[in-house]
């Protein structure tokens, strides 16, 4: 048994108890087909998201003084979902592009670093001959 409470779209929130057992779960995705979400959790969510729309609904028709005046609410609640996607569909983009510039960061540090360990060998490598070749012409100039 799941208690909901849905976020309000007007003044008052609506709360709903869903009791479900798994036959019930087990006829609704067979009725379904394939188009059933394919866990429990993802088709008890589609189904809260169902009855809600379903309420939402309810609401706008009971609250209109006619057919034509819930037609009238449903476009402008339509307009407001619209607009809200587009600045969440902005704020994604945008931070999809700050990810990617971060990435592309991180990556150019990466090779850096790699190339400068790899310059950090490539000295030592010369220290040392370099400390050879001094070492035996020491040892001639001993001799």
């Not at 003084?65 to 609640?77: F, P, Q, T």
């Amino acid at each position: 048994m799941s208690h909901i409470a849905p976020e309000p779209t007007g003044s008052a929130s609506i709360e709903v108890e869903i009791d479900i057992d798994r036959a019930g779960l087990d006829q609704l995705r067979d009725r379904a087909g394939d188009a059933a979400p394919t866990t429990d959790e993802d088709l008890l969510r589609y189904l809260v998201y169902l009855g809600a729309g379903y309420l939402e609904a309810e609401a706008v028709r009971g609250g209109a003084s006619s057919l034509h005046g819930a037609y009238e609410r449903v476009d402008r609640m339509h307009g407001a979902v619209v607009g809200r996607s587009s600045v969440l569909s902005f704020h994604f983009g945008e931070s999809a592009r700050e990810f990617a510039e971060e990435e592309r960061a991180h990556a150019a540090h990466e090779r850096s670093a790699g190339a400068y360990e790899a310059l950090v060998g490539k000295l030592e490598a010369e220290i040392a001959v370099r400390e050879e070749r001094i070492a035996h012409l020491e040892e001639a100039l001993e001799t």
